[in-house]
């Protein structure tokens, strides 16, 4: 089994990054294989609702020149999919959210997602998480996939990057999501 995580921070180690790190490290002691890919720092361009991903029929967005073909191809071969971003102004980051877009829009219409096992976190300094976490649970229920939680809301706080490591309650959550997602991969293969 593998779930593949999804960086939408665009500081590549920073608070989001530590808590997919923590539920990843949590999967692998479950003998889960991991990946994180780093897109908050990528160039990603939004989705011009062109619908040709739809009409070409080939799983692929139009735009060829960022990691979203890539993402999406990794997406389907995955068992278990984890979003994360920052908050932003009170949401997502941008590049989390062209990411959502242009993955939601070539992956509904063959309903690639369905079944998985997903989930999503954030990092927050004060507020909007759950925002954020909701816009990005969006995808996955209009997806048919199924959503992880775990003993509350997954999210870390913490400003500078490394704050979060003080969030001892975030911190026991992600792990405790790592374990809710292994169980349920254990259950569905």
């Keep these: 089994m593998k779930v593949i995580a999804f960086n939408g921070s665009p500081r590549k180690e920073g608070n989001t990054y530590t808590l997919l790190q923590t539920v990843l490290k949590q999967l692998e002691e479950h003998d889960i294989e991991t990946e994180l890919i780093q897109v908050g720092n990528r160039n990603i361009h939004g989705c011009i609702g062109c619908g040709k991903c739809r009409t070409n029929g080939n799983n692929r967005c139009i735009f060829d020149d960022d990691i979203i073909n890539e993402c999406i191809e990794k997406i389907v071969e995955a068992d278990g999919i984890i979003l994360g971003t ?95 997602m292994a169980w349920l991969l254990d259950k569905i293969k």
Aim: proline share 2%; charged share 20%.
């Design 86 to 180: 920052p908050v932003y102004f009170g949401g997502l980051s941008a590049q989390m959210k062209a990411f959502i877009d242009r993955v939601g829009y070539v992956t509904r219409p063959g309903r690639l997602l369905k079944r998985k096992v997903c989930s999503a976190v954030v990092s927050q300094r004060r507020d909007g998480a759950i925002a954020a976490f909701n816009s990005m649970n969006n995808l996955f229920t209009i997806s048919e996939a199924i959503v992880v939680g775990a003993n509350y809301w997954n999210l870390g706080l913490g400003r500078a990057a490394g704050d979060v490591v003080n969030d001892t309650e975030g911190i026991d959550n992600m792990k405790n999501l790592g374990d809710n």
